[in-house]
């Protein structure tokens, strides 16, 4: 019997330190990660994959996905997180496998809700 790999995309890898160094933590499907600073005492890098374009990625400044924005659409490779948000680097993030559209993001923004279909951790 032949070994079967599901394949869940998009995918987020995340690395303890810059440039793609240290510990590795993967994250896949549409997820989203509250309070990056209280998960990981430290992130330097990280790299999203994702076959389709149309996968998101959104950065928030700030914890319970509060503060500025930043949005990536499709694979993405950020070397040095700290350089994010005048070096502070993210706090919270999602993972989209589809577009989020940008009064999308504003909405989770200000309810902290999110589309059906994530996970939020």
């Keep these: 019997m032949l070994a079967t790999q599901s394949r869940i995309f998009p995918k987020l890898t995340?690395?303890?330190r810059k440039n793609y160094e240290g510990c590795r933590y993967?994250?896949?499907?549409?997820?989203?990660?509250?309070?990056?600073?209280?998960?990981?005492?430290?992130?330097?890098s990280l790299r999203f994959y994702s076959p389709s374009r149309e996968a998101t990625l959104v950065l928030f400044s700030r914890a319970n996905f509060k503060g500025r924005i930043r949005v990536y659409r499709g694979t993405t490779n950020i070397p040095d997180l700290q350089a994010l948000f005048d070096g502070r680097g993210p706090g919270s993030l999602i993972i989209s496998s589809y577009c989020l559209k940008?009064?999308?993001i504003r909405l989770i923004g200000r309810t902290g809700c999110l589309p059906k279909g994530f996970w939020v951790v």
């Design 102 to 104: 940008p009064w999308q």
């Design 14 to 16: 995340l690395y303890s």
């Design 26 to 44: 993967v994250w896949r499907g549409n997820r989203a990660l509250r309070d990056l600073k209280r998960m990981y005492s430290h992130l330097g």
